[in-house]
């Protein structure tokens, strides 16, 4: 706690020096956006006081108005990035959608090659294979099925 440099005088308390006191103390403070709007409540219920302390109802007021400047200029930071989020989100998952389309096609066209592949290695392979048909001599006719007469 600290000591008044004065004495203490014999009347006892003066609730007017406690009030002066606090009033400066707040006067001190008006930069401080809780306080000032407590000022200028008090400012708008004494018109006296407002009257006796001009300079410090402009101080409050300037306060309160820069308070309002800066979370209207807070939320539209807010709005743009929430904004420029939106779209980045939107833009990265397009940019996916595109990969993964594209890997898909790219798969497909390696399957469908493979296919390819394997169907013209069996042609080949087809080639080399020596039919019997032909090394016999049979005829086209003779490989058709005969059918029995009944006697």
């Known amino acids: 706690m600290q000591q008044s440099s004065s004495p203490k005088s014999s009347t006892g308390f003066n609730p007017r020096s406690v009030d002066a006191r606090h009033l400066h103390q707040m006067f001190e403070r008006v930069d401080d956006v809780v306080v000032a709007r407590l000022l200028l409540a008090g400012f708008n219920d004494n018109a006296d006081l407002a009257k006796t302390f001009p300079g410090v109802l402009l101080r409050a007021q300037e306060t309160v108005k820069r308070s309002h400047i800066r979370y209207a200029k807070a939320r539209r930071y807010g709005v743009l990035a929430r904004t420029c989020g939106v779209i980045a989100v939107d833009l990265l998952s397009r940019v996916v959608g595109a990969v993964q ?5 790219t798969a497909s066209a390696v399957r469908g090659l493979q296919r390819r592949a394997a169907y013209k290695k069996s ?27 009944a006697a």
């Open 123 to 149: 042609l080949r392979d087809q080639s080399k294979v020596i039919r019997l048909s032909a090394v016999r001599g049979e005829t086209v006719t003779d490989v058709e099925p005969r059918v029995r007469e």
């Open 101 to 105: 389309r594209a890997g898909r096609a």
